[in-house]
């Protein structure tokens, strides 16, 4: 009978709960990308791509018009008029299973739309926290958004911390500080993601721990 040895025990458990585990593709927890929703209402609108993409929401709080122009290297995004001070995009996810946390957008506005915006997180809809303090958002010149070629300087990403991780649920909002200077100055954004690391499972710890103490004892 051929012998098993304790690191290929460990090593042949390890391959097994990794394969078990998403992949690193699967850390996209959330995407709306629009291009199907087609966001002409304030919404909820729902996320196209994502693990949790059933069950996570865009909406919008501006009490004007939402359309779906041109987006960000591509053909839609999420846009509305008539904002004031407080109003926001607003999106929901689930983090559970996940850390290392990130968020990306894009964002740009009309040369009456309102150009700076807070970024602010929840796990309850009700407490929020500030994690970017009055970003500026850039008026859409030269260069312009397209469907063909991403505007690189309007993607925005910023990492979130420990406190988000593993989460029932997770609500962002961008939070306009400032009302547009005309009722008819818009806002839109597009390409907004929300990405995380699978959390490894207590199994998986615990063996990754034991295969560290085998490779410890070795060096010994």
Request: hydrophobic letters at 45%; charged letters at 15%.
């Given at each position: 009978?051929?012998?098993?040895?304790?690191?290929?025990?460990?090593a042949?458990?390890?391959a097994?709960?990794?394969?078990a585990r998403?992949s690193s593709?699967d850390?996209?927890?959330?995407?709306?990308?629009?291009e199907t929703?087609?966001?002409v209402?304030?919404g909820?609108?729902?996320?196209?791509?994502?693990?949790f993409a059933?069950?996570?929401?865009?909406?919008?709080?501006?009490?004007?018009t939402?359309?779906?122009?041109?987006?960000?290297?591509?053909?839609?995004s999420?846009s509305s008029?008539?904002?004031?001070?407080?109003?926001?995009?607003?999106?929901?996810?689930?983090?559970?299973?996940?850390t290392a946390?990130?968020?990306?957008?894009?964002?740009v506005?009309?040369?009456?739309?309102?150009g700076?915006?807070d970024?602010?997180?929840?796990?309850?809809?009700?407490?929020?926290?500030?994690?970017?303090?009055d970003?500026?958002v850039?008026?859409?010149?030269a260069?312009?958004?397209?469907?063909a070629?991403?505007?690189?300087a309007?993607?925005?990403?910023?990492n979130?911390?420990?406190?988000?991780?593993?989460?029932?649920?997770?609500?962002?909002?961008l939070?306009?500080?400032?009302?547009?200077?005309?009722?008819?100055?818009?806002?839109?954004?597009?390409n907004?993601?929300?990405?995380?690391v699978?959390?490894p499972?207590?199994g998986?710890?615990?063996?990754?721990?034991?295969?560290?103490?085998?490779?410890?004892?070795?060096?010994?």
């Open positions: 009978m051929q012998k098993i040895t304790l690191a290929a025990a460990i042949a458990a390890l097994g709960v990794a394969s998403p593709t850390g996209n927890l959330a995407a709306w990308t629009f929703t087609l966001p209402t304030a909820p609108h729902q996320a196209e791509g994502g693990v059933a069950t996570s929401t865009a909406l919008g709080s501006t009490g004007g939402y359309s779906n122009p041109v987006g960000n290297g591509s053909a839609e999420f008029n008539g904002w004031d001070a407080g109003d926001y995009y607003q999106f929901t996810t689930s983090t559970l299973g996940y946390l990130s968020i990306s957008f894009d964002q506005r009309s040369s009456t739309g309102p700076v915006f970024l602010v997180a929840s796990t309850d809809g009700v407490n929020f926290m500030t994690i970017v303090d970003y500026a850039r008026a859409n010149d260069p312009f958004w397209g469907s070629t991403r505007v690189e309007d993607i925005f990403k910023i979130l911390s420990a406190s988000f991780d593993d989460a029932a649920t997770l609500v962002f909002r939070v306009s500080q400032v009302a547009a200077t005309s009722t008819a100055g818009t806002n839109r954004v597009d907004v993601f929300v990405n995380g699978a959390v499972t207590p998986a710890a615990a063996l990754m721990g034991l295969a560290g103490l085998v490779g410890a004892r070795r060096r010994r």
